[in-house]
């Protein structure tokens, strides 16, 4: 399988570092304002570099676009910033290491991360992927269409918290995406479901459906019918 792991908000906990850093700019800030994933590009209003105006958005609450480049312009402004980050599920990237390897997986992490001070995005990303137990990571820091860069890409799955970037994936590519929803399942846009992206609550379960889904097939189902099935979702038998 040719596969494509998100960064921030998926693996990478941007969230309690961006909130750390919210708060000492701005006592008494709620860290509940703070986006889980998002980009220094936005208006303020919803998930910076959506234009859905829909579930999916994620408010910022008391931060205003004022504040927001104020948060970014003093990340962007430390040292390999993108290092200090937890890994969400501990022991996840390691775990996912071992099945590439075992399973001959060709997988890349892409992200849209800003450049801060010190190395590159990428040299940092790489560090720290090294560091969480991934060795020897493949990355792409990439801007635009998440479907146009896993159709560029080839892939067959890409795994992403957000549900615009899976959205994009569905229509852009014939890739299949697996959207990363660890808030209430009852919540996951219904566009999502229409255009057959299912939802995981976690890392671990979204690695036990890739291995499951890597075994011989011994039903005479295809793939894509497979991982749908394993997702919850309307296969074509259904």
């Given at each position: 399988?040719?596969?494509?792991?998100d960064?921030?908000g998926?693996v990478?906990?941007?969230h309690?570092a961006?909130?750390?850093?919210?708060?000492?700019?701005?006592p008494?800030i709620?860290?509940?304002?703070?986006?889980r994933?998002?980009?220094?590009?936005g208006?303020g209003?919803?998930?910076?570099?959506?234009?859905?105006?829909d579930?999916?958005?994620i408010?910022i609450?008391s931060?205003s676009?004022?504040?927001?480049?104020e948060?970014?312009?003093?990340?962007?402004g430390?040292?390999?910033w993108?290092e200090t980050l937890?890994?969400?599920?501990?022991?996840s990237l390691?775990?996912l290491?071992?099945?590439?390897?075992?399973?001959?997986w060709?997988?890349?992490?892409?992200t849209?991360?800003?450049?801060t001070?010190?190395d590159t995005?990428q040299?940092q990303s790489?560090?720290?992927l090294?560091?969480q137990?991934?060795?020897t990571?493949?990355?792409f820091v990439?801007h635009?269409s998440?479907?146009?860069?896993?159709a560029a890409?080839?892939?067959?799955?890409l795994v992403?918290d957000r549900?615009?970037?899976c959205?994009?994936v569905?229509?852009d590519?014939?890739a299949r995406?697996?959207l990363?929803?660890?808030?209430?399942e009852?919540?996951?846009p219904a566009?999502?479901?229409q255009?057959?992206?299912?939802s995981?609550?976690s890392i671990?379960?979204?690695?036990?459906i890739l291995?499951?889904l890597?075994r011989?097939d011994?039903?005479?189902v295809?793939v894509i019918?497979?991982l749908k099935?394993?997702?919850?979702?309307k296969?074509a038998?259904m």
């Amino acid at each position: 399988m040719r596969l494509a792991f998100d960064l921030d908000g998926t693996v990478a906990d941007m969230h309690s570092a961006l909130a750390r850093e919210a708060r000492r700019l701005f006592p008494g800030i709620d860290a509940n304002a703070v986006p889980r994933s998002t980009s220094p590009e936005g208006d303020g209003t919803g998930t910076p570099g959506s234009d859905t105006p829909d579930e999916t958005r994620i408010s910022i609450g008391s931060l205003s676009s004022r504040q927001q480049r104020e948060l970014w312009d003093a990340v962007c402004g430390q040292e390999n910033w993108w290092e200090t980050l937890a890994e969400i599920e501990p022991g996840s990237l390691a775990r996912l290491y071992r099945l590439v390897r075992e399973r001959k997986w060709e997988l890349m992490f892409v992200t849209s991360r800003p450049e801060t001070r010190g190395d590159t995005a990428q040299a940092q990303s790489y560090r720290w992927l090294a560091a969480q137990g991934y060795e020897t990571p493949s990355i792409f820091v990439v801007h635009g269409s998440r479907g146009k860069i896993a159709a560029a890409l080839a892939l067959d799955i890409l795994v992403d918290d957000r549900p615009e970037n899976c959205l994009d994936v569905a229509i852009d590519s014939s890739a299949r995406a697996i959207l990363v929803w660890r808030g209430d399942e009852g919540k996951v846009p219904a566009s999502a479901r229409q255009l057959g992206i299912g939802s995981v609550g976690s890392i671990h379960e979204c690695l036990d459906i890739l291995e499951a889904l890597d075994r011989p097939d011994t039903e005479g189902v295809g793939v894509i019918d497979r991982l749908k099935r394993m997702l919850g979702l309307k296969t074509a038998g259904m």
